[in-house]
């Protein structure tokens, strides 16, 4: 496998530079290596070779001539719930069939516009729905990590990758793709990073347009990127970030420069520890990762400050009714009439259902049964409109924590991965995954997870960084001195390199219907 995919982002954007490879060279080493391994791995759903370079080609012309662009011939991977101009775009569900849009998110047009290459469509959770990317229509996806026993040997068990970003952590973790979108509604990109040995980052809400973006729970979801390291995330959002009048969420302020900010150090720097985040049932791995976390930033010259988010206990609840709520408002809109699946029925009320049933996998269908059941009559008082006022509440604890400290520092996750099955048969066991990034959609606020360690069975830990509004710059220069003393983490036996590979099969709806056109550590 060619050495080129194992570069960082910003490592190959100086490779560009210096003309040490074209862009269409770069482009290649990662459309071999996704034919070899994908199959393993399930991380691309859908791979588009020729558009990629097409567009590399292009790239290679602007390298050329010296009219470079900020993310110039850098290959990507596409989470499936952008959607993007005449490839087909599912959100990972059955209801979306063949879904070929006229259009490309805002996201994604501020990308390609700045040069990117895009290598593919992304597997993910249905309609984002999930945290071990195990409900998408297209199978699940395989995290590269495996388990090590006390012999130092591989474990044959199959590990998530986190989700419902996981086919984004996964290709990221694997070298399939420089970086990838994502997008987090209640954790959905900083836990699959967490699990991968990979950097996400969940912008404040407002910060990236959600127009193109399917949507899951509108007041909450938000797109940010998944990279390698806090440098290639800091290149990344400055290029996905944007104004948008086409999103009445998006918020009209500058885009800093946030490479920049990497090089400010942490000297000075509040740091608030929330005491509510030692939960019940934490992994004593994980504690002891956070007191290192909290070494490493105060050795740094940061000063380490207790503070208490009182209301944090509730968050988990009142997002377990907000989120299903705004999810069955914005998914009545497939009905099989206008687009998607169609399964016909002896009336349009069957049509619906018999659509609806087939389209939709068993999560989707939960979360909608919760959904339409805390909107409905009766119940809007006592379930609802009590969580709205929980999430103002929590959104106080932190507007409070501001006045003493300048980031909290906290867990990630839970636990470190774990295997396919273990808990996709408890939802509350699976809820339980976004205990501690639940609290910054909730309250609209920017996050982001860095690789800070290994579990004693080999695999990745990561330590969560929360900030002010609008203030990612701040984020980013601190995740910088995590990664600066825990170092980066990346797959040391890559058993999934050159498995027999073929692109997923789109997923076949059950009832008939009409066709349509282990870890090593490195400093």
């Given at each position: 496998?060619?050495?080129?995919?194992?570069?960082?982002?910003?490592?190959?954007?100086?490779?560009?530079?210096?003309?040490?490879?074209?862009?269409?060279?770069?482009?290649?080493?990662?459309?071999?290596?996704?034919?070899?391994?994908?199959?393993?791995?399930?991380?691309?759903?859908?791979?588009?070779?020729?558009?990629?370079?097409?567009?590399?080609?292009?790239?290679?012309?602007?390298?050329?001539?010296?009219?470079?662009?900020?993310?110039?011939?850098?290959?990507?991977?596409?989470?499936?719930?952008?959607?993007?101009?005449?490839q087909r775009t599912t959100a990972c569900s059955k209801i979306l069939d063949d879904f070929r849009p006229p259009y490309e998110s805002t996201v994604g047009s501020n990308l390609w516009n700045a040069g990117a290459v895009m290598l593919g469509k992304l597997n993910c959770d249905e309609f984002a729905m999930g945290s071990s990317n195990e409900t998408s229509a297209f199978g699940p996806v395989v995290s590269p990590w495996r388990r090590k026993g006390k012999d130092g040997k591989l474990s044959t068990d199959k590990l998530v990758p986190g989700g419902s970003s996981g086919g984004s952590s996964a290709a990221v973790a694997a070298d399939l793709c420089l970086a990838a979108t994502a997008t987090d509604t209640g954790g959905s990109i900083r836990?699959?990073?967490?699990?991968?040995?990979?950097?996400?980052?969940?912008?404040?809400?407002?910060?990236?347009?959600?127009?193109?973006?399917?949507?899951?729970?509108?007041?909450?979801?938000?797109?940010?990127?998944?990279?390698?390291?806090?440098?290639?995330?800091?290149?990344?959002?400055?290029?996905?970030?944007?104004?948008?009048?086409?999103?009445?969420?998006?918020?009209?302020?500058?885009?800093?420069?946030?490479?920049?900010?990497?090089?400010?150090?942490?000297?000075?720097?509040?740091?608030?520890?929330?005491?509510?985040?030692?939960?019940?049932?934490?992994?004593?791995?994980?504690?002891?990762?956070?007191?290192?976390?909290?070494?490493?930033?105060?050795?740094?010259?940061?000063?380490?400050?207790?503070?208490?988010?009182?209301?944090?206990?509730?968050?988990?609840?009142?997002?377990?009714?907000?989120?299903?709520?705004?999810?069955?408002?914005?998914?009545?809109?497939?009905?099989?009439?206008?687009?998607?699946?169609?399964?016909?029925?002896?009336?349009?009320?069957?049509?619906?259902?018999?659509?609806?049933?087939?389209?939709?996998?068993?999560?989707?269908?939960?979360?909608?049964?919760?959904?339409?059941?805390?909107?409905?009559?009766?119940?809007?008082?006592?379930?609802?409109?009590?969580?709205?006022?929980?999430?103002?509440?929590?959104?106080?604890?932190?507007?409070?924590?501001?006045?003493?400290?300048?980031?909290?520092?906290?867990?990630?996750?839970?636990?470190?991965?774990?295997?396919?099955?273990?808990?996709?048969?408890?939802?509350?066991?699976?809820?339980?995954?976004?205990?501690?990034?639940?609290?910054?959609?909730?309250?609209?606020?920017?996050?982001?997870?860095?690789?800070?360690?290994?579990?004693?069975?080999?695999?990745?830990?990561?330590?969560?960084?929360?900030?002010?509004?609008?203030?990612?710059?701040?984020?980013?220069?601190?995740?910088?001195?995590?990664?600066?003393?825990?170092?980066?983490?990346?797959?040391?036996?890559?058993?999934?390199?050159?498995?027999?590979?073929?692109?997923?099969?789109?997923?076949?709806?059950?009832?008939?219907?009409?066709?349509?056109?282990?870890?090593?550590?490195?400093?």
């Open positions: 496998m060619s050495d080129l995919i194992k570069l960082t982002l910003a490592e190959a954007r100086d490779g560009l530079s210096k003309k040490e490879f074209s862009a269409t060279e770069l482009t290649q080493a990662y459309l071999d290596a996704i034919e070899a391994s994908n199959a393993a791995i399930n991380a691309f759903i859908l791979p588009t070779p020729e558009l990629a370079l097409a567009q590399a080609k292009e790239s290679d012309k602007r390298l050329k001539s010296g009219d470079v662009r900020g993310l110039e011939g850098l290959p990507l991977g596409n989470k499936d719930l952008f959607c993007t101009f005449d836990q699959p990073a967490a699990l991968t040995g990979t950097v996400g980052v969940k912008p404040t809400y407002g910060r990236c347009s959600r127009w193109g973006i399917v949507a899951f729970a509108s007041s909450l979801d938000q797109a940010g990127p998944i990279a390698k390291t806090v440098r290639d995330a800091a290149i990344m959002l400055k290029s996905m970030a944007s104004h948008d009048p086409k999103d009445s969420t998006s918020v009209d302020t500058p885009v800093p420069d946030y490479e920049a900010a990497l090089a400010q150090g942490v000297k000075g720097l509040r740091v608030g520890v929330p005491k509510e985040y030692r939960v019940e049932g934490m992994s004593p791995q994980i504690e002891k990762l956070w007191q290192e976390g909290i070494a490493w930033l105060k050795a740094a010259g940061a000063s380490i400050h207790e503070i208490s988010l009182p209301h944090t206990k509730y968050a988990l609840p009142a997002y377990y009714i907000i989120a299903p709520a705004e999810a069955s408002s914005n998914l009545a809109r497939y009905d099989g009439v206008r687009y998607g699946l169609r399964v016909p029925g002896k009336d349009l009320i069957d049509t619906y259902e018999a659509t609806r049933s087939a389209g939709f996998g068993k999560e989707v269908r939960r979360r909608i049964l919760i959904g339409t059941y805390v909107l409905s009559a009766g119940y809007y008082d006592a379930y609802y409109l009590k969580a709205q006022k929980v999430r103002t509440l929590i959104k106080r604890d932190f507007d409070e924590a501001w006045n003493t400290v300048d980031v909290v520092l906290t867990p990630t996750t839970p636990s470190p991965a774990f295997a396919f099955g273990e808990k996709s048969g408890d939802p509350i066991a699976m809820y339980l995954e976004d205990i501690f990034t639940v609290t910054v959609n909730m309250a609209g606020l920017p996050g982001i997870s860095v690789p800070a360690g290994l579990s004693s069975e080999g695999t990745p830990l990561g330590l969560q960084l929360i900030g002010k509004p609008f203030d990612e710059a701040t984020l980013f220069r601190t995740a910088q001195a995590l990664e600066d003393a825990a170092g980066r983490f990346t797959v040391s036996e890559r058993w999934w390199e050159g498995s027999a590979s073929a692109p997923a099969k789109k997923p076949e709806a059950k009832t008939a219907a009409p066709k349509k056109k282990t870890g090593s550590k490195k400093k």
